[in-house]
């Protein structure tokens, strides 16, 4: 009786307010307006510039994919990954009697995608592919769905997976430039891959939502890693720890319901919180894809993207200094070399020892790009790293960092200045480079690199029947047909340490 005689039209009241604020909160969460976009989207949803930008990215990873599995991380990695073992799995890129449960898969090709820093990049800074294509490679394989899964099936979940990264990429001024603390695929990527896979899995909105909560709490990897063999494993963990927390959610694991709204939540990763400015994504009548709006840098050589800037304006200047052809610059010609470059440390390296530091160093690229006219994947070999003419040079480099060249991928320039020895000074300064989204590779430029990084695996027909599956994805009636071609030959004894066709990759302007 008491409790009925303390119900008030007062009360009543105070609690429908309570319920209107609650809906309402509930409404414009961050997170649940994540969940639902990632729930809701459809194939029809696509649009043409997104599918054929997403076309270029998807041939462009296997292809790094595939090359990558020619490294000496992937082979450490792969010893590892095959103590795990399942009646359900999926094919390693290029390996044709190796398989793995899915999210070892997902994680080992991971590894190989990134394992030479190949791979594609986005602005605000992240390498968009690596996290999410592994992933729903590994599950329309393992779990063959009924109807099945079609090109525009995997191009939809692919697109969500990259749409998640680039919308949390929007949340912090800090994320628009290269970043200082922690590697973005490890963190955007992560949750990319859960979006990706809860998308491929059909989850529903709730469950997107605790599949986003899990994922941020296996997020993040410190950038003090960059430059060595622990780096590549940041984008196969993405995968993995994506995938995984989409099976997690499916069991009914929760996490926060708002940890995409809270500094101390997803805004932990920058900073502190301060700056983190999250924002509810627009309804599904109103989205915009972000990929439609920017498009992806594709690399000519396996490096750190801000050396691209270096090596074009290097191979600028090597023009006036030496004749064309393949005749090494005499070392001994030049007396001063500076770098005009945004302030980045960990791709600062004077004297880099190893490929991994070689690939993240301003002084390295300009030197091979002096030296050679351009930068392949073998500059990185530690032969060509230690040659006495490239250590010379090195002792001649000095970076300055210019107050107007902001340390991003949309805005940075690099100027390269050689003194001679008899004194004068030649200055070329580039403010883009063949590959970046302001000058784009063509679609044949592409398909070479394709070629070239996948001929150490896989059969030429076997590449171009690859090739002419991925440009018309859209029109693929089953993934099986896709994941058919990944398989690759049986290894043989000896792998040679880069693909022949691999060996010119990047010397040439690939236009």
């Given at each position: 009786?008491e ?18 604020v ?19 989207l459809?194939?029809g949803h696509?649009t043409?510039?997104v599918i ?7 041939l ?6 595939f ?12 010893q ?13 890129w290029g390996?044709?009697d190796?398989?793995l449960?899915?999210p ?9 995608i990134h394992?030479?820093d190949?791979?594609d990049?986005w602005h605000p800074?992240?390498?968009p ?5 592994p ?10 769905q009924?109807?099945k ?11 969500v ?8 990429m929007?949340?912090s ?9 922690f590697?973005?695929?490890?963190v955007?990527?992560?949750?990319g891959?859960?979006?990706a ?8 909105s709730?469950?997107?939502r ?6 941020a709490s296996?997020a993040?990897a ?7 063999e622990?780096?590549?494993?940041h ?7 994506g ?5 997690l959610?499916?069991?009914g694991?929760?996490?926060s319901?708002?940890?995409?709204d ?10 502190g919180g301060?700056?983190?400015a999250?924002r509810a ?5 109103a ?13 000519t ?8 800037w270096v090596a074009?304006?290097?191979r ?9 052809g393949g005749?090494?610059?005499?070392a001994?010609?030049?007396e ?8 980045v440390?960990?791709?600062d390296?004077p ?12 002084q390295y ?21 230690h ?20 340390p991003?991928?949309?805005g940075?320039?690099?100027?390269v ?24 590779l063509s ?24 090739i ?5 994805l859209e ?11 990944l ?25």
């Amino acid at each position: 009786m008491e409790g009925l005689l303390a119900v008030t039209p007062a009360t009543l009241e105070a609690e429908r307010r309570k319920i209107m604020v609650q809906g309402q909160h509930r409404q414009t969460s961050v997170t649940e307006s994540f969940a639902s976009l990632i729930h809701g989207l459809k194939v029809g949803h696509l649009t043409d510039p997104v599918i054929q930008r997403s076309k270029r990215m998807i041939l462009d990873t296997l292809g790094v994919g595939f090359l990558g599995t020619s490294t000496e991380v992937f082979h450490k990695v792969s010893q590892y990954s095959k103590i795990y073992s399942s009646n359900i799995s999926s094919t390693v890129w290029g390996q044709a009697d190796f398989r793995l449960p899915p999210p070892y898969a997902a994680f080992l090709n991971g590894v190989a995608i990134h394992s030479m820093d190949f791979d594609d990049t986005w602005h605000p800074a992240t390498h968009p592919s690596g996290a999410v294509l592994p992933v729903l490679i590994a599950l329309s394989e393992a779990f063959p769905q009924r109807p099945k899964c079609s090109g525009l099936d995997l191009l939809l979940a692919f697109n969500v997976g990259v749409e998640v990264q680039g919308r949390l990429m929007h949340f912090s001024k800090e994320a628009n430039d290269i970043p200082k603390r922690f590697h973005p695929p490890s963190v955007v990527g992560t949750l990319g891959s859960a979006a990706a896979a809860s998308k491929f899995l059909g989850l529903s909105s709730a469950q997107c939502r605790e599949a986003l909560a899990i994922a941020a709490s296996h997020a993040g990897a410190p950038m003090a890693n960059a430059a060595t063999e622990t780096k590549p494993l940041h984008v196969g963990n993405a995968a993995r720890l994506g995938l995984e927390a989409a099976f997690l959610a499916m069991l009914g694991v929760r996490g926060s319901r708002r940890i995409l709204d809270l500094e101390r939540g997803f805004g932990a990763f920058y900073s502190g919180g301060s700056g983190y400015a999250p924002r509810a994504l627009p309804s599904l009548h109103a989205h915009s894809w972000l990929l439609g709006r920017q498009d992806v840098a594709f690399k000519t050589f396996p490096a750190h993207l801000a050396t691209h800037w270096v090596a074009a304006a290097a191979r600028a200047v090597r023009k006036h200094l030496a004749p064309a052809g393949g005749t090494p610059l005499p070392a001994n010609l030049v007396e001063k070399i500076v770098l005009r470059v945004p302030e980045v440390p960990y791709v600062d390296r004077p004297f880099p020892d190893s490929e991994h530091e070689a690939r993240h160093s301003f002084q390295y690229v300009a030197c091979a790009a002096l030296l050679d006219g351009g930068v392949a994947v073998p500059s990185f070999h530690p032969r060509q790293i230690h040659r006495p003419q490239v250590r010379e040079l090195l002792g001649k480099v000095e970076l300055e960092h210019p107050a107007d060249n902001p340390p991003n991928f949309d805005g940075l320039y690099c100027e390269v200045s050689v003194t001679g020895r008899d004194g004068a000074v030649l200055t070329q300064r580039a403010h883009t480079f063949c590959g970046h989204w302001r000058e784009p590779l063509s679609q044949e430029a592409l398909r070479d690199k394709f070629r070239a990084n996948a001929s150490g695996t896989l059969s030429a027909d076997a590449a171009e029947s690859l090739i002419r599956v991925v440009e018309a994805l859209e029109e693929l009636e089953d993934c099986a047909e896709l994941t058919a071609l990944l398989k690759g030959a049986s290894p043989p004894q000896e792998a040679p340490p880069y693909p022949p066709r691999a060996l010119a990759l990047g010397s040439t302007d690939p236009r």
